[in-house]
Every structure is written in structure tokens, then in C-alpha cells.
């Protein structure tokens, strides 16, 4: 048996990766339809082994290995009905260890394959003996990496946007609760926290220094703003709307974000006393 260290960002690794594909996959991919499918051959072309260590190799390499993966999540549709926002999507793209657990679960990989003759071309596996092969690599995986919760929770949540990193309408929408009222998770409103002392983040919600929250939510709020000046409203819808303190700060002018902090305590103060005066 022919043992091979390969450095761990090589490219080389994920051939045995290639060669499991079915043909329908390869046949998608401009890059991988090209490589034979014998070492000899690729050994042999200095323009082969450019390309297994091109960004391109192993970009295509992981897509088709996710779309392999994605159906055994248990999520209907297709990968492409997600966008890679959504967690489930990047698990998909765990390339390293949906390689390792095909070589654990079927013997083939990069072992394998050196064992076999150079001169030989690696037969064309099934399409239905991959599916299958997935389905229990997929199965493994969840249980060793302890996915399931991820997955369980992405199901009660199914939107993209929740996860996505740019601030989107969406993205604020959900954060200020009015989103969340289509999922099937409870949500505790900062009234209800400040109201019952026992809860568990009534310190948290008392202690907050931002009332964007508060005061967005209220029916009252366009009264209390006639009490505000103009840039200390820009602030406060700047603050609602999810802008850091920095970014305020920058926007509005002041040095740093410690004036947008001492504009936001003043605020807070005229809430109060507005509050207090509603009673």
C-alpha cells in the first residue's frame, strides 16, 4: 500500500474528490471535464498541474461536492433555492470533511488511488452508488461535527436574511423583533424585561443606554421627538435603524463615537422624563 503525506493546502488531495463525481456533475465543470482521469497523464502535463492547483480546480470541486451534500440535509429544494447566507449552505462547503468521511465510509481516496496503475484511467462511478454513498457520509457528518442543532434551528428560521452580514431592511426588520413574528420562536419584548425584575435579562435590558428600540416601538413617538433637535433625531433613527456608534459619528460629524454616547445619554434622559409624564 503506497502512503502519501500531502501538504494540507495542497490541491492534489481532493483528486480522489474529482473522480468520485458522477459524470452529470463533471460534465458542469469547465475546469474538471478536462483533467484525464489517470495519474500518469496529469503527471506527465505541466498544464495539468497548473490546473489542479488553480483557484478554479478547486472552487469547481467544492460546488460539486456541495450540491452532492446539500439534498441530505433534509431541506427542500435545491442548494441554489439558498443563498450562501444561509447556514446550512456554507456547511455544504466543508470540503475537507466530506472528503475524509467518502475515504473512511468507501476505502477510496488519495491511498487508493496511488495503489492503483498510473497508466490506467479511474472508472466512472455510479450516480445512484454516490447518492447513496453521500447519504451515510452526510448522515456521519452531522452526528461528528454535532450539527443537528444548527440544522434544527435554520428549519424553525428559514430566512437568509437573518444571517446575511449586510445590513439589509430585512436584517433591521428582524432585529427590532417585527420580523421575527412570522417564526415559531417565542419573543420577550424589553417592556416584558423591564417589567418583571426576576427575568433573567432584566439587569441587561435596565442597564441598556439605547432607547432606539423603545421609542421606535412606541405609539407615542411622534410626540416625544417635537422634544428632540434635529441631529439628536438623525440619532436616534440612525441608532433604530442598526448604524454603530462609530459610523454616527462619522456621518454626523463629531470626532468620535463618544459625543454620539453623550447625545444618546441626553436622549435617554428626555425619554424618561417624557415617559414619566405619560403615566
Known sequence: MTTLKLPPDSHLRYLPMVYFLPEAYI????????????LSKIMQSPEFVATIKSDQFINE???????????????????????????????????????????????????????????????????DYVKEVMA??????????NW???????????????????????????????????????????????????????RKAVALTDIAVDVESADYWERFKTRLSDKDKEILVMRA??????????KLGYKNHSGVLKRMRHIRAVYEKYEEEQK
Not at 165 to 190: A, G, H, M, N, Q
Request: glycine fraction near 4%; charged fraction near 30%.
Open 148 to 202: 443537528q442543532p444548527i440544522l434544527d434551528a435554520v428549519k424553525k428560521l428559514p430566512c437568509d436574511e437573518d444571517f446575511e452580514i449586510r445590513r439589509s431592511r430585512v436584517r433591521i426588520d428582524f432585529e427590532r423583533k417585527w420580523y421575527r413574528t412570522r417564526t415559531k420562536i417565542k419573543i420577550v419584548s424589553l417592556e416584558e424585561c423591564l417589567a418583571d425584575p426576576t427575568h433573567s435579562l432584566h
Open 241 to 250: 435603524n442598526g448604524y454603530p456608534y462609530e459610523e454616527i459619528a462619522e
Open 136 to 145: 451515510v457520509v452526510v448522515k456521519r457528518g452531522i452526528a461528528e461535527q
Open 27 to 38: 460534465t458542469c465543470c469547465p475546469t474538471l471535464r478536462k483533467l484525464p482521469r489517470n
Open 61 to 127: 470541486v467544492a460546488d460539486a461536492t456541495s450540491a452532492l451534500v446539500f439534498p441530505h440535509f433534509g431541506f427542500r429544494g435545491w442548494k441554489e433555492d439558498y443563498t450562501g447566507f444561509c447556514p446550512v449552505w456554507k456547511l455544504s462547503y466543508s470540503l475537507p470533511l466530506w472528503s475524509r468521511l467518502v475515504e473512511e465510509v468507501t476505502g477510496w481516496g488519495m491511498t487508493a488511488l496511488l495503489d492503483r496503475p498510473f497508466e490506467e484511467d479511474v472508472p466512472l462511478f455510479e450516480s
